[in-house]
C-alpha cells in the first residue's frame, strides 16, 4: 500500500522516532514512529511535511521512510494563527505532488494538516484519513490570539469530510461524536510504545529508599499536580520527582512549577518533592522503572503516553478517571482510577498500594503485560493498516 502521512512536524531522525518523550512537541515523533512502524509491515510511506527551517533538504530517507518537506511561507517554524494562511499553498503542492503518483490512502495529522489534504485530494477518489492529536476546547486554550471556537468548527469539517477520524482513546471518541461526527466513522488506535526500549529489564535511575511517586511535569492546565502535592501531606515518607519541562537551570522561571514548589511549601511537603528538569529520552525509561507508582491525574491530556510507558516499563499507574488514562489503566489490576480533584481519596489509594509491596508487585506485572499486549507498534500498525483498508 501506498501511504501519504501529512503532518505540520516531523522528525526523521531512526534513533528518535520510536521515543514519543524525546520531543515537546510530541505529534512529530508519534507520527515518524508510525511512518517507521508502516514501512516495517512492508508498505510504501512518504511523509510530507511543511519544510519549517532552511536546513531542510527537499528529501530525505530514513528507516525505509521517505521524507518530503513542502516549501510553502517561511521556512520557520510557525503558530497556528500565522500557519493557516500557508495551507493554500501547502495543499497545491502535495496536489501537484499527487497527480503525478497518487497514494492509496492519506493519513492526516493535527486539524490543520487535514484541511490541506483534504483541499489536495479534491476531485480524487483517495481517502483521507484524520488524526488530531487534540482537540480543541475553550478552557484548554493556551494561545490567546487563538479563537478556539474558529478551530472547533474546522475541525468539525475536517472530522466530518474525512473517510475515516482515528480517535487516540475512547475520551476522544466521546468528544468527536460531539461534534456531530458518527461513531461508525471513529475507530479507535491508540499510540504505540517502543516495548523494546520501555520495558521491565534494564537499567534503574538512581533513589532513595523512600517510597518514590513519579509525575509528569505540566503539559496542560488540567494537569491535577496540585491535588498530587496536597495528597503527599497525608503519605509520610514518600517522595515526589517531578519529571520533565524547562532545562534543570530553568525550572524556578517556570510559572507554573514556581507555582507548585510554593504549595509544597504551604503543605509542608517542599523537602519531599523534586523536580529534575528536562530528562534526555535516553534516561526516560531507567526514571519510570525508579517509581513505585507513577501518577498521572491530569484530566484534559489526550495524547499522554507518559503513564503507558510507565507500564511498559513495569512501573503500575494511578490516574484520573476523566483523563484518557482510563482506556490503559485497568483499575484494581494495572494500577487505579480515582476521581480528580480530591486529594484525600488520592492520598488513600496511593497508601493503600504503598503498603502492600506484593500487590503493588502483581500491578506491576499485569501493566507490563497489558501494555506489550495493547499498545505495542506492531500492534498499532496493524490495526491502523486495518483501518485504511477500510476507509479504501
Excluded at 139 to 157: I, M
Excluded at 276 to 281: A, E, H
Excluded at 323 to 348: C, E, F, H, I, K
Aim: some cysteine; charged content about 20%; overall charge positive.
Amino acid at each position: 500500500m501506498r501511504i501519504a502521512l501529512v503532518t505540520g512536524h516531523v522528525s526523521p531522525d531512526p534513533a528518535a522516532r520510536r521515543s514519543t518523550s524525546a520531543d515537546p512537541r510530541g505529534q512529530a515523533l508519534r507520527v515518524a514512529a508510525l511512518a517507521g512502524t508502516l514501512a516495517d509491515l512492508g508498505h510504501q510511506v512518504t511523509v510530507y511535511a511543511r519544510k519549517d527551517s532552511p536546513a531542510r533538504p527537499r528529501s530525505e530517507s530514513a528507516g525505509g521512510v521517505r521524507f518530503e518537506y513542502v516549501p510553502a511561507g517561511p521556512a520557520a517554524a510557525l503558530p497556528e494563527d500565522r500557519l493557516l494562511p500557508q495551507l493554500g499553498a501547502f495543499s497545491d503542492a502535495l496536489a501537484q505532488r499527487w497527480r503525478q503518483n497518487p497514494p492509496d490512502v492519506v493519513h492526516a495529522h493535527f486539524w490543520t494538516s487535514g484541511l490541506a489534504a483534504l483541499a489536495a485530494t479534491r476531485g480524487t477518489r483517495v481517502p483521507v484519513v484524520q488524526t488530531f492529536h487534540s482537540l480543541a476546547a475553550p478552557h484548554k486554550t493556551t494561545r490567546p490570539a487563538q479563537d478556539p471556537a474558529v478551530r472547533t468548527r474546522l475541525e468539525r469539517l475536517v472530522a466530518r469530510t474525512v473517510r475515516t477520524v482515528l480517535a487516540g482513546n475512547s475520551a476522544e471518541l466521546s468528544e468527536l461524536a460531539g461534534l456531530g461526527v458518527p461513531r461508525a466513522a471513529i475507530t479507535v488506535v491508540p499510540f504505540g510504545v517502543d516495548t523494546s526500549k520501555f520495558e521491565p529489564g534494564g537499567a534503574t535511575a538512581r533513589r532513595s529508599k523512600r517510597p518514590r511517586l513519579l509525575a509528569a511535569a505540566p503539559s496542560s492546565a488540567e494537569h491535577g499536580l496540585d491535588t498530587l502535592i496536597r495528597a503527599l501531606a497525608a503519605l509520610p515518607g514518600a517522595e515526589l520527582l517531578i519529571a520533565g519541562g524547562p532545562p534543570r537551570a530553568e525550572i524556578f522561571e517556570d510559572p507554573v512549577l514556581q507555582g507548585l514548589a510554593r504549595l509544597a511549601e504551604r503543605a509542608g511537603v517542599s523537602d519531599r518533592v523534586m523536580f529534575t528538569g528536562k530528562v534526555s529520552p535516553p534516561r526516560v525509561p531507567a526514571l519510570l522503572r525508579s517509581a513505585d507508582l507513577f501518577v498521572h491525574v491530569a484530566s484534559d491530556e489526550p495524547t499522554g503516553i507518559l503513564p503507558v510507558e510507565a507500564m511498559a516499563c513495569g512501573t503500575p499507574v494511578v490516574a484520573s478517571t476523566e483523563g484518557a488514562d482510563q482506556d490503559a489503566v485497568v483499575d484494581g489490576a494495572t494500577g487505579v482510577l480515582v476521581r480528580p480533584g480530591n486529594p484525600s481519596a488520592l492520598a488513600r489509594r496511593i497508601r493503600q498500594l504503598l503498603s502492600s509491596p506484593m500487590l503493588l508487585e502483581g500491578f506491576g506485572i499485569a501493566a507490563a503485560d497489558r501494555a506489550r499486549s495493547r499498545y505495542s507498534w506492531e500492534r498499532v500498525g496493524q490495526e491502523t493498516v486495518a483501518a485504511y483498508e477500510r476507509a479504501s
